[in-house]
């Protein structure tokens, strides 16, 4: 059973800057890709940066990008979100999860971790 645990998270003050971790354990195989989400109270869960854990290609929402870097340890089995010139509108619970297969839902998720910007 893969287990994901995300920390990091916290409060900050607008323009500072907070580094989450999300490590996996239990993995017995290697997996397409692992992605970062959002939920900011009243809204639906959004994407937030994706890495593909083969050959290291990323993708970010255009909210974050230039501001967000995903990057992987593979020897850790962790993956990290930096996030810089934090703003109010990205207060959010984050969460990680792991994909299996490419083009499959999100197999394995975080309990979620808090990240709360103040102006």
């Known amino acids: 059973q893969v287990q994901l645990v995300e920390s990091g998270g916290g409060l900050v003050q607008a323009g500072g800057s907070l580094r989450l971790s999300c490590a996996a354990s239990?993995?017995?195989?290697?997996?397409?890709?692992m992605g970062w989400f959002r939920q900011a109270p009243g809204k639906d869960r959004a994407i937030v940066a994706v890495?593909?854990?083969?050959?290291?290609?990323?993708w970010y929402a255009d909210s974050v990008k230039g501001r967000f870097t995903i990057s992987r340890d593979n020897a850790k089995n962790t993956v990290y979100l930096q996030m810089n010139s934090l703003k109010p509108e990205d207060t959010a619970v984050y969460y990680c999860?792991?994909?299996?297969?490419?083009?499959?839902?999100?197999?394995?998720w975080g309990q979620g971790t808090q990240v709360t910007v103040s102006s």
């Open positions: 890495i593909i854990l083969r050959g290291g290609t990323t």
């Open positions: 239990g993995r017995t195989f290697s997996s397409y890709a």
């Open positions: 999860a792991e994909q299996v297969q490419a083009g499959n839902p999100y197999d394995y």
